[in-house]
């Protein structure tokens, strides 16, 4: 059973760059998350979506940052344009939400390694 | 102060001891989360609990609602096990998905 897919798993770029993130959930999820993991700051989750609909992107840093979710089994976080603060590790996560406003178990992707010179 | 604290930071142990971490969060929440995270990045979830106790092969988990305050203990402890411990919560002050994640228990299990 296919866990979480992500890709790619590392990406260099330089500064001013676009650099676009996918992410597949676990077929039959419905809630998808987009998280960075940096050593300053942990994990920390940057939006959020519920039967494809952003439920919340509170924590994206700003307007560089977008992510879509065109259909259910596909996401993509982009960076335009990417500077080296942005460097650190991306990873998506999925969840089946029982609706209801319940907790569900996430299921974490391998995770994205950016580097941004 | 972080609304989830984790305890120790880090901690070394030798193969075949006991472990215990510890997190204790400030904030009401529906249930908590604990993830490890290998040394090649990538995050496995464990456990996800509201309530009492539940355990999956050498790894128990239990949290104390009232007092705010979970414990991951793993019992023969094995150098495989060494990895982040991560803390999590879904706090009922935000929307229901949303996980608040503590910074982390670095561990490293000797042979």
């Known amino acids: 059973d296919a866990g979480v897919i992500q890709s790619p798993r590392h990406e260099v770029t330089e500064m001013g760059q676009e650099v676009t993130l996918r992410c597949k959930p676990i077929?039959?999820?419905?809630?998808l998350f987009w998280y960075r993991q940096t050593m300053m700051r942990g994990l920390e989750l940057l939006i959020y979506?519920?039967?494809?609909?952003?439920?919340?992107d509170s924590g994206m840093p700003e307007d560089r940052f977008s992510a879509k979710m065109p259909n259910a089994s596909f996401s993509t976080l982009k960076i335009q344009p990417s500077e080296p603060r942005d460097s650190a590790v991306y990873f998506c996560a999925s969840s089946f939400n029982k609706g209801g406003g319940s907790y569900n178990e996430q299921f974490f992707g391998p995770g994205t390694r950016l580097t941004v010179l | 102060k972080n609304e989830v604290e984790q305890s120790p930071q880090n901690l070394t142990a030798q193969e075949g001891e006991f472990i215990t971490i510890n997190c204790s969060y400030s904030v009401g929440i529906s249930a908590l989360h604990w993830l490890q995270q290998h040394p090649g990045g990538g995050i496995v979830s464990l456990f996800m609990l509201s309530s009492g106790k539940k355990k999956h092969g050498r790894l128990i988990a239990t949290i104390n609602i009232q007092e705010k305050h979970s414990s991951l203990h793993i019992t023969a402890s094995h150098p495989r096990d060494s990895a982040v411990y991560i803390c999590a919560v879904f706090s009922r002050e935000t929307s229901g998905s949303r996980l608040t994640f503590g910074e982390g228990t670095q561990l490293t299990v000797n042979p």
């Open positions: 979506f519920n039967n494809n609909v952003p439920i919340d």
């Open positions: 077929s039959g999820h419905n809630s």
